[in-house]
């Protein structure tokens, strides 16, 4: 399977500030998303992003707060904007491979915002 | 809206012991996987289930499908501490969206 790297792995922020988190991933991929894992919690889709086309945002998620780039079939880039304490999370990126739409996860970034 | 649900959420159990964990959806969907989380880490992938009937086994787990019951089973078999963390179900729609179940937290006691 894919290599999936993210960075930050953890920061800690001031509320109003803003964060870009990074997915790079080792091989070409189609699909890229991304999560959110608030303490002690599901998985929530924050949002789709496929290369050359704006990301796919799910309902309660809008482009305004997690500005997502997709320059290539490597890479992607989620922007947590304008932070709060609510904010405060594991952010994952993942890709999907294979013939059966397994997805597979980056180590996460875990988020704090003071 | 599509609901995955997933019980029992804690499981604290004794090493040595058997256990299932049951995850069930409201989507017609035909395929679930199974995750492993464990503290502070990533999702690890399990299991894929691709249709009605499906069966895999990797140790002590073993993950079963019934589609038509919209049902999938997690069973431990005399369980050992390092499979103490936290398991998810998911289902594929339509689309590639992946649905989470609300995960089940094992913790198995020496």
Redesign the interface.
């Known amino acids: 399977?894919a290599v999936i790297s993210q960075k930050p792995s953890r920061d800690i922020c001031q509320r109003g500030t803003s964060l870009t988190i990074q997915c790079q991933v080792d091989s070409q991929v189609t699909?890229m998303?991304w999560y959110r894992q608030q303490p002690g919690?599901?998985?929530?889709?924050i949002a789709?992003a496929n290369q050359g086309s704006e990301a796919t945002y799910?309902s309660g998620f809008v482009i305004d707060k997690f500005p997502i780039s997709r320059p290539n079939l490597t890479f992607s880039t989620l922007t947590v904007s304008n932070m709060s304490p609510e904010d405060s999370s594991i952010y994952?990126c993942s890709v999907?491979e294979g013939d059966?739409?397994?997805?597979?996860?980056?180590?996460?970034t875990?988020l704090t915002v003071l | 809206e599509l609901k995955v649900e997933q019980n029992p959420l804690f499981l604290s159990m004794q090493e040595g012991k058997n256990y299932t964990i049951y995850c069930n959806y409201s989507t017609t969907s035909d395929r679930l996987y199974w995750y492993r989380q464990d503290p502070g880490k990533s999702l690890e992938s399990l299991f894929v289930l691709l249709s009605n009937g499906a069966v895999k086994q990797e140790g002590r787990l073993m993950a079963s499908l019934d589609t038509k019951a919209r049902l999938s089973t997690l069973h431990i078999t005399a369980a050992v501490h390092d499979l103490s963390a936290t398991y998810f179900c998911a289902v594929d729609e339509p689309g590639n969206q992946f649905y989470f179940g609300t995960g089940t937290s094992l913790t198995v006691i020496p």
Do not use: I
């Open positions: 399977s699909m998303f919690q599901s998985l929530t889709l789709t799910e994952l999907e059966y739409n397994e997805q597979f996860f980056g180590p996460g875990r």
